[in-house]
C-alpha cells in the first residue's frame, strides 16, 4: 500500500476500504508515514467525507491494535465525519496524545 495512492483516491472521492485504513493506521504508528501525508490524508477526508463502512472500520479496537486511538477522534473533531464541524480553541500535544478544547455550534 503507498500513501499517496489512498490520498489521491481519497481527493477524487473515491473510498479507502477497511484494510486499507488498519493498513495506514499501523504505518503511521510505527512511524512509517510522515504527518504532512496523514495530514493530506485528512484533508481529504475532510472535504469529500467518509461514508459508513469507512467509519466503521475505525473502531477503537483497531486503532489500538495500530497504537493510534486518537485518529478517529480528530477526523470526527475536523468534521471529516458527522454534520457538524468543532472549532478548536486550543491544542497542545504531548509526547502520545493531542490535548485539545473544543466547540461546537449549536443550532
Not at 9 to 22: F, N, Q, V
Not at 27 to 55: H, K, V, W
Not at 61 to 90: H, P, Q, S, Y
Amino acid at each position: 500500500m503507498l500513501a499517496h495512492e489512498l490520498i489521491e483516491r481519497k481527493r477524487d472521492g473515491g473510498r479507502i476500504e477497511p484494510a486499507e485504513w488498519r493498513s495506514l493506521a499501523s504505518a503511521y504508528a510505527r512511524g512509517d508515514l510522515p504527518d504532512y501525508q496523514i495530514a493530506a490524508l485528512l484533508m481529504a477526508c475532510f472535504l469529500n467525507g467518509m461514508d459508513r463502512s469507512e467509519t466503521a472500520a475505525l473502531t477503537g479496537e483497531e486503532l489500538d491494535k495500530a497504537g493510534n486511538v486518537e485518529f478517529r477522534t480528530w477526523i470526527t473533531l475536523l468534521g471529516a465525519i458527522g454534520d457538524a464541524k468543532a472549532r478548536v480553541v486550543c491544542y497542545e500535544p504531548s509526547w502520545h496524545h493531542g490535548n485539545a478544547v473544543v466547540t461546537w455550534p449549536i443550532a
